[in-house]
């Protein structure tokens, strides 16, 4: 008898055979390959039909040397031990076999406004549909209705650290995952460290954390990404002038043909259309893979414009609650040369795959996190409105320590069951106790009324409570 599966069972069993297979399947490799060798042909064939109309595979080749292929651009193919090897697309090797030339057989290139002019948002597409449709299932998360950067809080010590870490490690840190955890939470630099690097990870932390906390405000816009910049830069540029200052004289790239556009005026006005062609996109993995590809590409700053990308990439993400993209096992040599392909002949391809591999590793790595946490708290979950409105109510009339008590019990009596009032007042006590930089926004807090509450909070924690 054929091994019965659900469709979307069978769906993630034919995409995962087909992951890594280059020159794809015949349909009878295929059939036995997913255990239903004993089914009909035809009736498999059908079952393969949804799939062709989705794009998520397709069919190379004619008659009898037809072959069932990965629609997706990137590869990834599973090795017997559970882990993943790195491998390019077709085309991503292509754009590849151009920049693994010597320099003197590259032709000297330079910024090609074309390039951003010729892509229109939610019309031009540099994620295929079907990559975008797994990438919204890998990303999926249970906060997606919460408000933005529900899911990144309850990661953030995580998400600090390997983010941190995977970034400047693209960027050459020798700084290792350990070094960096003990970094970012006991704020210790090892030995044999320079200053440098451990401001750059300091600095990243900076950073992350801003983008966490001002999820629900901020956007993609030339504020936003010279904001970032200037934590990212902070004491590493020779000139403190150029942090978070759009570039005032040429650069260049080592090891690189591309000469970056070299006129200040034309810079900043690339730089704001950039951003606004980036606003106007829907789709949350375009609009943060453009962000990869175009922000380093015109170069907008003296230095730091990858690091400054791969954060600003991460925006629409912890925006619309999807896993967060932490460049997980992303080899350094795949990114940089991919990079230089986008530079040197505005070939996006090769970037393409180590995006939708670094995605899955990075979805792999939170799910595991997520389950080692635990299920959400359902009191939590029921009350979460309740909670809010108790927060706002009791800190923003900037109450004295002896009045927070009598706050929490007149909000109890007027809004909670008089059954989960016990229950209520235990948790909203914690909820006032642990409000902090990163949490008051989600309470609809502004920064002043979180100033005035500080010492307010301080003096009820310690026992005018």
Not at 106 to 127: G, H, I, Q, V, W
Request: one cysteine or more; glycine letters at 6%; proline letters at 6%.
């Amino acid at each position: 008898m054929p091994t019965r599966k659900g469709p979307r069972e069978l769906e993630a069993t034919i995409l995962g055979v087909l992951a890594g297979q280059l020159e794809g399947l015949t349909r009878e490799e295929l059939q036995k390959a997913v255990g239903l060798g004993k089914e009909e042909p035809w009736r498999f064939r059908r079952r393969l039909e949804p799939m062709e109309r989705r794009r998520l595979i397709r069919k190379v080749g004619i008659t009898r040397g037809m072959r069932y292929v990965l629609e997706m651009s990137a590869q990834v193919a599973p090795l017997a031990n559970g882990v993943s090897v790195w491998e390019h697309s077709t085309e991503g090797a292509q754009a590849l076999a151009k920049v693994d030339r010597s320099r003197d057989q590259r032709p000297p290139s330079t910024y090609e406004r074309s390039f951003l002019d010729a892509y229109r948002p939610n019309m031009t597409f540099y994620l295929m549909e079907a990559q975008r449709n797994q990438l919204h299932a890998l990303g999926l998360t249970p906060e997606a209705e919460a408000p933005a950067g529900t899911y990144a809080r309850q990661i953030l010590e995580r998400l600090l650290i390997d983010l941190s870490w995977n970034s400047s490690r693209l960027e050459g840190n020798t700084y290792s995952l350990l070094d960096t955890e003990r970094l970012i939470k006991a704020g210790g630099a090892p030995e044999g460290r320079t200053a440098q690097e451990t401001q750059m990870i300091l600095n990243h932390k900076q950073a992350i954390e801003y983008l966490v906390e001002g999820a629900a405000e901020l956007a993609l816009s030339p504020g936003t990404v010279r904001a970032l910049h200037g934590m990212l830069s902070e004491n590493l540029l020779s000139d403190p002038a150029d942090e978070g200052r759009l570039r005032q004289s040429p650069v260049s790239i080592g090891d690189s043909v591309y000469v970056p556009l070299a006129v200040p005026q034309q810079v900043e006005e690339i730089f704001e259309q950039l951003l606004l062609t980036a606003h106007a996109i829907k789709d949350p993995f375009e609009q943060s893979f453009f962000i990869l590809v175009h922000l380093p590409y015109l170069q907008p700053f003296a230095d730091a414009n990858k690091r400054t990308s791969r954060l600003a990439a991460n925006l629409p993400l912890l925006k619309h609650n999807l896993q967060p993209l932490s460049f997980t096992d992303v080899p350094r040599e795949a990114y940089l040369s991919s990079t230089l392909a986008v530079y040197e002949y505005r070939r996006m391809e090769a970037l393409r795959d180590v995006y939708l591999w670094a995605y899955q590793r990075s979805c792999e790595r939170y799910q595991a996190i997520r389950k080692s946490m635990g299920e959400p708290d359902s009191f939590r979950l029921r009350f979460r409105a309740q909670l809010r409105e108790a927060v706002r109510q009791i800190v923003r009339p900037s109450r004295s320590a002896s009045e927070i008590q009598k706050g929490i019990a007149t909000y109890l009596e007027a809004a909670v069951p008089a059954e989960e009032r016990i229950r209520f007042q235990a948790v909203i006590s914690q909820e006032l106790r642990n409000l902090n930089e990163g949490t008051y926004a989600r309470y609809g807090l502004r920064p002043s009324e979180f100033e005035a509450w500080k010492p307010v909070q301080a003096e009820w924690a310690t026992g005018g409570r």
